[in-house]
């Protein structure tokens, strides 16, 4: 093996130990748990942060965070997934639509988690297909995040109007029962999405990391979350879903996600298998 080479192995391997120790130290001075986030994605992650701050190291990186506690907020846009759309995946909320909701009718009232619900996306299309469905009234919608400035974000529900086209095409898709244009108002190249899609919703900072269960649930969407999860950060947060679930809740995750070899795959059974929706079992 030749000296640049041997060179270059060893550079990635001080990374590596730079990275570890960087995660340590989030989790020490911020209370941010990623160190057991899927390494090759964090990795990217923060290569792209530390390029953006402008530190030739990630122990450069790690000494600005430590001693300057506004960066924090900042390099979470880069530790936490904020892409998504409305009705992403449209035979997903059409499976829930067609197959879920008439189970979800039997009962009185309703509890609805969105983990990792980003800058909303999600649960508006949550929202819209609950008062499309007729059981927005007895819902309560819980959305969570460890990223504070999503949280906000979801709680404005504006988003870009260039957008807006994909997000009617997916809602058509799904199984819209009306036009999306009926729940949003468009002015100076931004989509306000009606207020009252958010008076049953409660925002919440939340971690499936570090954080307990969440409320009794009757529909769990989780969805491409758990693919920047190591094996057993998965398994931790399928088990907090276990648990947060009532006997015979309902469990929805990402296209590339699966139950397949977690620890907990037998506490629940598929239920629209295409769609990686999963219903939680009664024992």
């Given at each position: 093996?030749?000296?640049?080479?041997?060179?270059?192995?060893?550079?990635?391997?001080?990374?590596?130990i730079?990275?570890?120790?960087?995660?340590?130290?989030?989790?020490?001075r911020?209370?941010?748990?990623?160190?057991?986030?899927?390494?090759?994605?964090?990795?990217?992650?923060?290569?792209?942060?530390?390029?953006?701050?402008?530190?030739?190291?990630?122990?450069?990186?790690?000494?600005?965070?430590?001693?300057?506690?506004?960066?924090?907020?900042r390099?979470?846009?880069?530790?936490?997934?904020?892409?998504?759309e409305?009705?992403?995946?449209?035979?997903?909320?059409k499976?829930?639509?067609?197959?879920?909701?008439?189970?979800l009718?039997?009962?009185p009232?309703?509890?609805?988690w969105?983990?990792?619900?980003s800058?909303?996306e999600?649960?508006y299309?949550?929202?819209?297909?609950?008062?499309?469905?007729?059981?927005?009234e007895?819902?309560?919608?819980?959305?969570?995040?460890?990223?504070?400035?999503a949280?906000?974000?979801?709680?404005?529900?504006i988003?870009?109007?260039?957008?807006i086209?994909?997000?009617t095409?997916?809602?058509?898709m799904s199984g819209?029962?009306?036009?999306?244009?009926?729940?949003y108002?468009?002015?100076?190249?931004?989509?306000?999405?009606?207020k009252s899609?958010?008076?049953?919703?409660?925002?919440?900072?939340?971690?499936?990391?570090?954080?307990?269960?969440?409320?009794?649930?009757?529909?769990?969407?989780?969805?491409?979350?758990?693919?920047?999860?190591?094996?057993?950060?998965?398994?931790?947060?399928?088990k907090?879903?276990?648990?947060?679930?009532?006997?015979?809740?309902?469990?929805?995750?990402?296209?590339?996600?699966?139950?397949?070899?977690?620890?907990?795959?037998?506490?629940?059974?598929?239920?629209?298998?295409?769609e990686?929706?999963?219903?939680?079992?009664?024992?």
């Amino acid at each position: 093996m030749d000296a640049e080479v041997t060179d270059r192995i060893g550079e990635e391997k001080v990374e590596d130990i730079e990275i570890r120790l960087l995660l340590e130290a989030i989790y020490a001075r911020y209370h941010y748990d990623f160190r057991s986030y899927a390494m090759a994605s964090i990795k990217r992650r923060l290569k792209q942060a530390r390029q953006h701050f402008e530190y030739p190291t990630f122990s450069a990186l790690q000494e600005g965070l430590l001693h300057d506690p506004d960066m924090m907020p900042r390099l979470l846009a880069y530790l936490t997934v904020q892409v998504s759309e409305m009705f992403r995946d449209p035979t997903y909320f059409k499976a829930l639509r067609e197959s879920v909701v008439p189970h979800l009718r039997t009962y009185p009232s309703l509890k609805v988690w969105v983990a990792g619900c980003s800058s909303g996306e999600e649960l508006y299309s949550l929202a819209i297909l609950f008062r499309e469905e007729g059981l927005e009234e007895r819902t309560l919608f819980y959305a969570t995040d460890i990223n504070q400035d999503a949280l906000k974000a979801a709680e404005a529900g504006i988003y870009s109007l260039d957008r807006i086209q994909g997000f009617t095409q997916n809602h058509r898709m799904s199984g819209g029962r009306s036009s999306l244009s009926d729940y949003y108002t468009a002015a100076y190249g931004r989509a306000s999405f009606d207020k009252s899609l958010r008076r049953n919703v409660v925002f919440s900072d939340h971690s499936l990391v570090t954080d307990a269960v969440f409320g009794e649930m009757h529909l769990i969407s989780c969805r491409n979350v758990l693919i920047y999860f190591d094996r057993t950060l998965q398994d931790q947060a399928l088990k907090l879903f276990r648990d947060s679930l009532v006997r015979k809740g309902f469990l929805g995750l990402g296209s590339k996600e699966s139950l397949r070899f977690s620890a907990y795959s037998e506490a629940f059974t598929d239920f629209v298998r295409e769609e990686k929706i999963f219903q939680r079992r009664p024992v």
